[in-house]
């Protein structure tokens, strides 16, 4: 199969370097503390976040700093195979041990010590990116939440294929037996790498056997420019690495772009519903 055609177009007719259509959305369940939906082409990822709250279990409790509990759980319905995911899954597993070392990186820990924090995270549609849409909106709804925060944060996920870098593979990108693969969280205002999984010279070392070729994952936060994480499942020359990773910075941008611009409505939309005041009661007449 024919991945990029000869007039540099992808499968569903994007360019190499251009990401799918972004949409995010804040209070997206009104009945907890923080919430938030995040869209990326076809996977939609919702967030909800209660707390911070007193540390159900006291041998949990950190004395310095405010304990993160993270899980992800899929629909059944998320992906092409129907089939239902226990919460002991390797997959989701590893996906929540990531997501919370990403958030614990951006929040300001060390102000709600002695106390804890639960983000749930909901996979209702997975069309590849899921890692990236997990984290960003995980980062919406801790923002909707009004957690303090460090920096926000932004993921996005690159690929190299034939001598090209593609941005922002999607599911049957994904599955193509030799790309490589990476994935980066950044926080835009530092530029410091602050988590690398794993990353040696001249190789980025497997972190996971089979299926497919190499994977680079990265979170970003943008205001303080710094690089949270850096993950790939296989490996990848430096080459390789250093083209995939401009490439998915400019992606982690765009959506750093796109979620601030999203929190700022969403605060002008609360500022104004203050300044209106408390609704009146209808009456039978209204």
């Known amino acids: 199969m024919e991945y990029v055609s000869l007039e540099g177009l992808r499968l569903d007719g994007r360019r190499p370097k251009e990401t799918r259509r972004m949409r995010c959305e804040l209070t997206a369940l009104p009945g907890t503390d923080g919430s938030a939906i995040f869209e990326l082409g076809n996977t939609k990822v919702l967030a909800a976040v209660h707390g911070p709250r007193e540390c159900r279990r006291p041998s949990e409790r950190l004395e310095d700093r405010l304990l993160i509990k ?3 759980s899929m629909a059944a319905f998320s992906t092409g195979e129907r089939r239902r995911r226990t919460k002991g899954d390797r997959r989701t597993n590893e996906l929540s041990t ?6 614990e990186t951006c929040v300001s820990t060390e102000l709600m010590a002695r106390s804890q ?11 590849g ?23 926000t944060m932004a993921a996005c996920s690159a690929g190299f294929l034939d001598d090209t870098a593609l941005l922002d593979l999607n599911y049957m990108e994904v599955r ?3 790309l490589v693969r990476l994935f980066f969280c950044l926080a835009p205002e530092s530029n410091l790498v602050t988590n690398v999984h ?3 010279t001249p ?4 972190t996971q056997e089979g299926g497919g070729g190499p994977e680079v994952h990265v979170a970003y936060m943008p205001q303080m ?3 949270v994480a850096v993950t790939t499942e296989n490996k990848a020359s430096v080459d390789v690495f250093e083209k995939s990773y401009e490439l998915a910075l400019d992606g982690c941008r765009v959506a750093s772009a796109l979620m601030r611009e999203c929190m700022i409505t969403h605060a002008k939309r609360l500022y104004a519903r203050r300044q209106a005041g408390p609704e009146k009661p209808r009456t039978v007449d209204d």
Not at 117 to 127: E, K, R, W, Y
Not at 203 to 206: P, S, W
């Open 70 to 72: 993270c899980e992800v």
């Open 98 to 103: 990531f997501v919370r070392g990403c958030l």
């Open 117 to 127: 924090l639960d983000v749930t995270i909901q996979v209702l549609q997975a069309d």
């Open 129 to 151: 990116g899921v890692r990236a849409a997990a984290i960003n909106a995980a980062v919406l709804a801790i923002v909707d939440a009004g957690i303090p925060m460090k920096d």
């Open 176 to 178: 193509i037996p030799n």
């Open 198 to 200: 794993p990353l040696s």
């Open 203 to 206: 190789y980025l070392v497997t």
């Open 225 to 227: 420019d710094k690089l």
